[in-house]
Protein backbone atom coordinates (compact mmCIF):
# COMPACT_ATOMS: atom_id res chain seq x y z
CA UNK A 1 0.00 0.00 0.00
CA UNK A 2 1.48 3.59 -1.03
CA UNK A 3 -0.59 6.68 1.19
CA UNK A 4 -0.25 9.83 -0.80
CA UNK A 5 -1.21 13.21 1.10
CA UNK A 6 -1.27 16.17 -1.23
CA UNK A 7 -1.02 19.79 0.17
CA UNK A 8 -0.05 23.40 -1.17
CA UNK A 9 -3.76 24.04 -2.79
CA UNK A 10 -5.22 27.66 -2.02
CA UNK A 11 -6.94 30.86 -4.04
CA UNK A 12 -4.83 32.79 -6.16
CA UNK A 13 -5.17 35.51 -8.87
CA UNK A 14 -4.77 34.65 -12.89
CA UNK A 15 -0.71 34.55 -13.59
CA UNK A 16 0.13 33.43 -10.10
CA UNK A 17 1.75 30.92 -8.83
CA UNK A 18 1.66 27.91 -6.74
CA UNK A 19 3.30 24.27 -5.72
CA UNK A 20 1.77 21.54 -4.60
CA UNK A 21 3.53 18.37 -2.79
CA UNK A 22 2.52 15.26 -2.26
CA UNK A 23 3.75 13.28 0.28
CA UNK A 24 4.05 9.36 -0.24
CA UNK A 25 4.49 6.70 2.63
CA UNK A 26 4.09 3.03 2.58
CA UNK A 27 5.79 0.79 -0.29
CA UNK A 28 9.04 2.42 -1.81
CA UNK A 29 8.68 5.64 -3.27
CA UNK A 30 11.23 5.39 -5.73
CA UNK A 31 9.83 2.51 -7.64
CA UNK A 32 6.59 4.08 -8.39
CA UNK A 33 6.22 6.90 -11.51
CA UNK A 34 4.34 9.57 -10.21
CA UNK A 35 1.87 11.64 -11.42
CA UNK A 36 -0.65 14.76 -11.11
CA UNK A 37 -4.05 14.96 -12.04
CA UNK A 38 -7.00 17.46 -11.98
CA UNK A 39 -10.81 17.24 -11.87
CA UNK A 40 -12.90 20.60 -12.98
CA UNK A 41 -16.46 20.95 -11.48
CA UNK A 42 -18.80 18.45 -14.30
CA UNK A 43 -15.80 17.54 -16.12
CA UNK A 44 -13.80 13.98 -16.13
CA UNK A 45 -10.19 13.80 -14.25
CA UNK A 46 -7.82 14.81 -16.28
CA UNK A 47 -3.88 13.67 -16.87
CA UNK A 48 -1.86 16.87 -15.90
CA UNK A 49 2.04 15.69 -15.29
CA UNK A 50 4.05 12.36 -14.53
CA UNK A 51 8.27 11.48 -13.81
CA UNK A 52 9.82 8.79 -14.32
CA UNK A 53 12.35 7.75 -16.54
CA UNK A 54 11.10 10.85 -18.48
CA UNK A 55 8.27 13.60 -18.14
CA UNK A 56 5.34 13.71 -19.27
CA UNK A 57 2.94 17.11 -19.51
CA UNK A 58 -0.64 17.65 -21.13
CA UNK A 59 -0.52 20.05 -23.94
CA UNK A 60 -2.24 22.78 -21.63
CA UNK A 61 -0.10 22.65 -19.03
CA UNK A 62 3.67 22.64 -21.07
CA UNK A 63 5.64 25.64 -20.29
CA UNK A 64 3.86 26.38 -17.08
CA UNK A 65 3.73 23.84 -14.80
CA UNK A 66 7.22 21.72 -13.68
CA UNK A 67 6.77 18.48 -12.22
CA UNK A 68 9.57 17.44 -9.98
CA UNK A 69 10.73 14.56 -6.97
CA UNK A 70 13.07 13.88 -4.04
CA UNK A 71 13.24 10.46 -3.50
CA UNK A 72 14.58 10.97 -0.34
CA UNK A 73 11.86 13.28 1.29
CA UNK A 74 9.24 10.96 -0.82
CA UNK A 75 7.50 13.73 -2.10
CA UNK A 76 6.38 15.28 -5.64
CA UNK A 77 5.48 18.84 -6.38
CA UNK A 78 4.12 20.27 -8.86
CA UNK A 79 5.59 23.57 -9.25
CA UNK A 80 2.60 25.66 -11.69
CA UNK A 81 3.15 29.07 -12.96
CA UNK A 82 1.04 31.75 -15.13
CA UNK A 83 -1.91 30.12 -13.58
CA UNK A 84 -5.31 30.85 -15.70
CA UNK A 85 -8.75 30.67 -14.41
CA UNK A 86 -8.96 27.48 -16.29
CA UNK A 87 -6.33 25.43 -14.48
CA UNK A 88 -8.94 25.62 -11.33
CA UNK A 89 -9.82 22.15 -10.21
CA UNK A 90 -9.04 19.63 -7.45
CA UNK A 91 -5.25 18.49 -8.36
CA UNK A 92 -4.52 14.58 -7.51
CA UNK A 93 -1.50 13.05 -6.61
CA UNK A 94 -1.05 9.48 -8.10
CA UNK A 95 1.18 6.54 -8.45
CA UNK A 96 1.60 4.17 -10.50
CA UNK A 97 4.14 1.48 -12.27
CA UNK A 98 4.99 2.25 -14.90
CA UNK A 99 5.25 6.10 -16.91
CA UNK A 100 3.78 4.56 -19.92
CA UNK A 101 0.69 4.09 -18.35
CA UNK A 102 0.64 6.83 -15.45
CA UNK A 103 -1.46 8.63 -18.03
CA UNK A 104 -4.44 7.23 -17.86
CA UNK A 105 -6.76 6.92 -14.92
CA UNK A 106 -7.12 3.20 -15.35
CA UNK A 107 -2.83 2.88 -15.08
CA UNK A 108 -3.04 4.19 -11.56
CA UNK A 109 -2.65 2.33 -8.14
CA UNK A 110 -3.05 4.87 -5.87
CA UNK A 111 -4.40 8.07 -5.55
CA UNK A 112 -4.20 11.19 -3.05
CA UNK A 113 -7.63 12.74 -1.85
CA UNK A 114 -6.70 15.72 -3.89
CA UNK A 115 -6.24 19.29 -3.16
CA UNK A 116 -8.25 22.38 -4.80
CA UNK A 117 -6.83 25.09 -6.48
CA UNK A 118 -8.63 27.92 -7.59
CA UNK A 119 -8.17 30.63 -9.51
CA UNK A 120 -9.41 34.02 -9.93
CA UNK A 121 -9.84 36.12 -12.80
Known amino acids: QVQLVESGGGLVQAGGSLRLSCAAS????????MGWFRQAPGKEREFVAAIGWSLLYAESVKGRFTISRDNAKNTVYLQMNSLKPEDTAVYYC?????????????????WGKGTLVTVSS
Open 26 to 33: GRPFSSYA
Open 94 to 110: AAGKAIATITRTNGIDY
